[in-house]
């Protein structure tokens, strides 16, 4: 099974600070890597998606970065804010189009 | 659009009764996933569709999970007999395939409870 691992597991920073979640793939062969924010008793919210032929993508405080090569992506978040509390999920995509998961980052924001 | 669809968000049943979950995806989308999360193993892929058609069902569980698509605006997942192991969080995708990115779009989800 392609594995897919997030670290670390859970994170609390203080508001204002630049943080960085990380994932990690086992088979290098990904068709795509997607980001998605799940708040509690919520589904998840689709943040960014990077294609294979790219090296990252940004959206407003997000960057997103891939390295195929060495089997990582990193999700940037800049001045974090206690809103952006929640867990944050990494998901790739390889040949099929299921989504395997990683199980999550828990980042706590406080003001 | 409303995005996907999930019903009912809470279902709480006793062992042994069946259950079914109910999904509508986004219009136009022609993919349909069924996930599901707990706590041990996260999520997990259970079925996808493509055009109605099941592609993939080898995350279902074993017999007593099945899932339909009688048309592009309707799926359900049934689990029969329920068992307390089933008890989760499954939740419904769409995403468009072809040429496009297959950015998967997930619904709220149905919080299962087999007592």
């Known amino acids: 099974k392609q594995e897919v691992t997030q670290i670390p597991a859970a994170l609390s920073v203080p508001e204002g600070e630049n943080l960085v979640l990380n994932c990690s793939f086992t088979?290098?062969?990904?068709?795509?890597l997607q980001w998605f924010r799940q708040d509690p008793g919520k589904g998840l919210t689709s943040l960014l998606l990077i294609q294979s032929s790219q090296r990252e993508q940004t959206s407003g405080r997000l960057n997103a970065s891939l390295d195929k090569s060495s089997g990582r992506s990193t999700l940037y978040i800049a001045a974090s804010q206690p809103g952006d509390s929640a867990t944050y999920l990494c998901a790739v995509r390889y040949s099929g189009y299921a989504l395997n998961f990683g199980k999550g980052t828990s980042l706590l924001v406080t003001p | 659009d409303a995005g996907v669809i999930q019903s009912p968000r809470h279902e709480v049943t006793e062992m042994g009764q069946e259950v079914t979950l109910r999904c509508k995806p986004i219009s136009g989308h022609d993919y349909l996933f069924w996930y599901r999360q707990t706590m041990m193993r996260g999520l997990e892929l259970l079925i996808y569709?493509?055009?109605?058609?099941?592609?993939?069902d080898s995350g279902m569980p074993e017999d007593r999970f099945s899932a339909k698509m009688p048309n592009a605006s309707f799926s359900t997942l049934k689990i029969q007999p329920s068992e307390p192991r089933d008890s989760a969080v499954y939740f419904c995708?769409?995403?468009?395939?072809?040429?496009?990115?297959?950015?998967?779009?997930f619904g709220p989800g149905t919080r299962l409870t087999v007592t």
């Open positions: 995708a769409s995403s468009l395939g072809g040429q496009g990115n297959y950015e998967q779009y």
């Open positions: 569709f493509n055009n109605n058609v099941p592609i993939d």
């Open positions: 088979d290098s062969a990904i068709y795509n």
